[in-house]
């Protein structure tokens, strides 16, 4: 799960806990996922000392991969009501759309936001609102390109339904892209997630969409740029 903010005034931020704090702020640490992509090209390196040019290989590697499976710290907005981004990326999709078949949710068309992640984005994905895991969902599928509207039902995906506490439903659809190989959900039916958590993963390249209950009102726009965890996607009537 994502890390929660250290509180002001206690002892990890004084001293050496309080330099440490400030370094992982500017050197986002690394999602577990990415330890055998980062520790291959390491051990290259490590084998190649004697040669430069297969040492620089490794170590410029290894850099490129860890900043991919990069885990920034990020803060939820601290007002009730709000649906949050997924996901780093650009908004690709703000429309209506009916939701992934195999969730039983219906055949009526529902509000969408629909995030396309580069290569250079953050991967990891942040839960929305807060609830209970009611669905988790894997379906194979194509590898077409993730910014395609046809995406969305086409290419293999992983999909979680969330029921918040007044028995609003939202649905989070991982879809893997054209370089995407490899979905990670940590996320169990029965699971009680909290806004802003880490709860997935997709390699190379991916698009998420968030499906909202019926007369949700979207504030983005395509084009506009996301920060997972701290964009506000929308906001619930009370």
Known sequence: ???????????????????????????????????????APLAVAALGY?????????????????????????????????????????????????????????????????????????????????????????KKGQFLSADLPEASDANERNTMVIETEDGRKFAVVQIAGLLARRIICEAKVGDKLTIGDTYGLIRFGSRVDTYFPAGTKLLVTPGQRTIGAETVLAELDS
């Open 1 to 39: 799960m994502a890390r929660r903010p250290t509180p002001p005034g206690t002892p990890e931020q004084t001293g050496l806990g309080h330099v440490a704090d400030l370094v992982r702020s500017a050197i986002p640490p690394l999602h577990p996922a990415g330890l055998p992509f980062v520790a």
């Open 50 to 138: 004697r040669r430069k040019w297969l040492r620089r290989t490794g170590l410029l590697a290894a850099a490129a991969t860890a900043t991919f499976f990069r885990h920034p710290h990020r803060v939820p907005p601290n007002r009730a009501g709000v649906v949050v981004a997924p996901a780093d990326g650009e908004v690709a999709l703000v429309d209506t759309a009916v939701p992934p078949a195999e969730l039983g949710l219906g055949d009526q068309p529902v509000p969408r936001v629909s995030i396309f992640l580069s290569v250079l984005d953050v991967h990891v994905q942040r839960v929305p609102v807060s609830g209970i895991v009611t669905e988790v969902i894997y």
